[in-house]
């Protein structure tokens, strides 16, 4: 704990009450004046000093002057001056004309009698009236005369001085000059409360004793303080002097006398005690007021005492108090100037300091480059700094913590409940372990800015300890008095020998200079980081207007723009290529779009490990990527080279999360100008050859040719029509019967999907499913298949039509995607679906080239409770191998057996052998393709119990399901 806060030798709330006695209503006046107290509304006298008896001739008594008026006592001598006691002022003596009545009287006029002078003010109700004498000796009147005739001198004197310190060391000695007291003191009162002597000054017969000294704050208490901060000039004229009560000792309102402004006030027997101690007879005491604050006083002492004191008749008493104006604005001035110059060079160097953030922008490398500077300008060791996402601390002081711990810890501090821009600052941190803080262990204050923005934003500055070796104008040791009427005092300090000691724990003072100075660095940092993260905004955005987020390559349309300009300048040394991923819907349906995305992004930095810098490079969407390839001479030899480098860099394995994958490309290539002048025409001729690549087989590049347009032209068109059927609603459903040949029954029914073209009309799967499956868009049309079959079912059983189960075809692509059974239980239970009312049709080239795969997702068919059938069956290597490894409930024999079994011997023992392998299996039984009765009938004699084809019935719309059925069982029946 600072020392002067308080005496650890006193009790706390004797202290506090020894520091609330109110010392302005003692009661008491210095014996060489007197007072006369006059009741304002009726100008009579209501209170008196005892003490006027020794002054006024021939007064029996004190009491004598009560209730008499005024005017019968005083008397005026200029009655154009005479104020009315109405008039007085409240806060400041007036010299009044009036002069004792006795002055007058001859019998008491002598020569050795003394002239009066009348000190007045106001106080509540009452006028306060205080007589002084103002006669001095020869040599003094001519020691003052000298001061006054050389008081522009000594003005001057003052003026010169230059620097605090200089101009302490002239104060002090010109009012000992001036006062000629024996000792004058500036007293400087510290921020903790206690005070400091900065200058001393004495006459020639004594030595200076107490500068540099410290006194406690207790030795000035509170109410002492206020009193001095409104009465600027106080003077007591022998310490020894016993003091006058007042007559009666309370006015008639039943309050003692303010006495806050009175000269005469005499001194509570505390404060004699401490001048006693300290060996003063006599004192003049002057208030230094800087800022509308008590800074300090001006401590005039002398040995002897000074009754009557000369230097308070009127014209000393007005020099004083004007020399101490002097000083009060020559030291309010002189700080104003120190602190001017601090601000001048800290907001230099904060200008510097912004010109460089605008310039350079990024925060912490400025703040890295300039932390040499701004940490000698604050006096700091640390500097940090937290505004959103910018969190940043530098210096050379210790830190245990990190960036985030330091800047919470510190948060911690700041003021939540308060508004707008506020500092706060200590210098004490480490005076006890609550104070100190925990990642900044050595940092002795701290000095905290904030300001409140969308959230609170902070920056501080902390300073490391500061060890003072204080010199203190003696122990603060006070003794405790017991009072007659029980109460206590405390007794003034005995000694004012030196006492030194170490004040540890604390920095140094922080200045409203520094608060400002941090208040407008945090400003700077605030504007700064706005404009940081605008610029990043509008960076962010034009990145995003011209690039891809997930590879960072450009985007089509910025793509676009940049072959379109140098197509304008007439730059046609490149050749345009478009990039396709082959199978790469196969990926994402599989591994999932997460996966997708990763191999394409390992992609575009193959793609990019293989450009060289005057190439460009975008990704268009999806797996597509477009390349515009520079050449000093485009032809097409040489971009089927750079291709094929191209596909060299994707040839290894990609590994994503542990999984590897082998991929390969397509490219498409066009070269201008020959292939076209404008974006759009190359486009569309590298789409072109990229449509060829696929159709040769993927995995290769092709350059455009003029006879690509005809050629491919409507497998283009339609491929391009097909990616649009399922959200334009293009396709639908047809179901066609499977027959009972036993019992002339529809057993179940096989759903197919058929494209109603806008301008084409109808398409048979025969033309669109290749092409669906060769450009990845076969799974959308299967996942639309599933829903839409489903959800027929549901209309039916919910209408009372058909429960018939309805068999489904897939492709490999859907029984290879993760997430089939899945799916498909989801839509059974969505639509309130037995399982059992689907099956499931996969052909032979499935497990041909998946076979583990499809008997895993076979089977968990079969165990959500779907029927699994295998269609086309003889069309492929017709193995029984693998049939016995699939978990097959039905075998569809292939359409072209049933077609051609009754002409062909050779079809006709091979569908034999089908059937009998497929009973062997216990498998159903199912051939496609009837057309005619008498197929029927061999079907049936051979063992082959189920029929399907155009014999029964064509497929046909879902709304003519349940009539065709009717129909063709009475047909069968007859």
Known sequence: MKPGVRDDTIPVELEKTCAEEPIHLLGTVQRYGFTIVADLASACIVQVSAGIVHHWPGLPDAATLLSQPLADWAVTIDEERAPDIDALPSSHLVVLPWRPRFEQTAADARPAALLWECLGHRAGEVAVLEWLPVQASADELRRQHHIFANFAAIVARLRRAEGLDAFFRECARVIQEVSDFDRVMIYR???????????????????QKYLGLRFPASDIPSQAR??????KLRVLADVEASMDGLVPPLLPSGEPLDQSHCML???????????RNMGVRATMTLSIVCDGKLWGLIACHHHRPRTPPEQIREGMRQLSELLAEIANMRIEALLHLEAVRHRLTLDRLLNQFHQAMIQDGDIPTVLERWLPRLLPAFNASTMGVQIGTLAWVGGTGRCLGATHQILDEVASRLDIQGEGAQVRMWDDLLTSRRRSLIFLP???????????????????????????????????????VAL????????????????????RGHSDPWQQTDADALQNLLRILSEVNKLQVNRKMQETLHWRAHHDHLTGLYNRRAMEDEVSRRLEDGHYDAALMLLDLDHF??????????????????????????????????????????????????????????????????AGPFDIKGQQFKLGISVGIAIPPGHGR??????????????????LGRGRSVVFELVMASNQRDDYLLERDLGEAVERNQLSLVFQPKVDLVKRKVIGLEALVRWNHPTRGQNSPGAFIPIAENSDQIIGIDRWVMRSAIAQQARWRSSGSTRLPVAINLSIVDILSPNLVGYLTELLAQYHVPAAALEVEVTESCFMRELGETQNVLRALNDAGIATALDDFGTGFSSLSYLRQLPLQCLKIDQSFIR????????????????????????TIVAEGVETKEQMNWLLAHGCHIGQGYFFSPPVPAEDVQQVIERLEVRLSA
């Open 189 to 207: 009162f510290l921020d903790d409360g206690s005070g400091e002597v900065v200058a001393e000054h004495t006459s020639a017969q004594y030595q």
């Open 265 to 275: 006030r005499g001194l509570s027997p505390v404060h004699l005690s401490y001048l």
């Open 678 to 695: 404008t974006v759009s025409e190359l486009l569309r001729h590298a789409d072109l050859a990229l449509y060829q690549a696929k159709s």
């Open 226 to 231: 206020a009193l001095y901060a409104t009465n």
């Open 442 to 480: 050595d940092a002795a204050g701290l000095l905290l800015a904030q300001r409140h923005d969308e959230d609170i934003i902070f920056c501080f500055m902390a300073r490391q300890e500061v060890v003072q070796q204080v010199r203190w104008g003696g122990e603060p040791v006070k003794d405790i």
């Open 900 to 923: 051609s079994m009754l002409q062909d011997p050779n079809a006709e023992k091979l569908t034999q052998a089908i059937v009998a392998m497929g009973i062997a299996l216990k498998m």
């Open 484 to 503: 007659p009427d029980g109460r206590v005092r405390l007794e003034p300090r005995r000694s004012f020998d030196v006492w030194k000691q170490s004040v």
């Open 585 to 650: 819907k196969k990926i994402n349906d599989t591994y999932g779009h997460e996966t997708g995305d990763l191999v394409l992004q390992q992609l575009s930095l193959r793609l990019k490990a293989v450009m060289r810098e005057f190439d460009l490079l975008a990704r268009l969407g999806g797996d597509e990527f477009m390349l515009l390839l520079r050449l000093p001479h485009p032809n097409a030899a040489t971009a089927l080279t750079f291709a094929e480098r191209l596909h060299q860099a994707i």
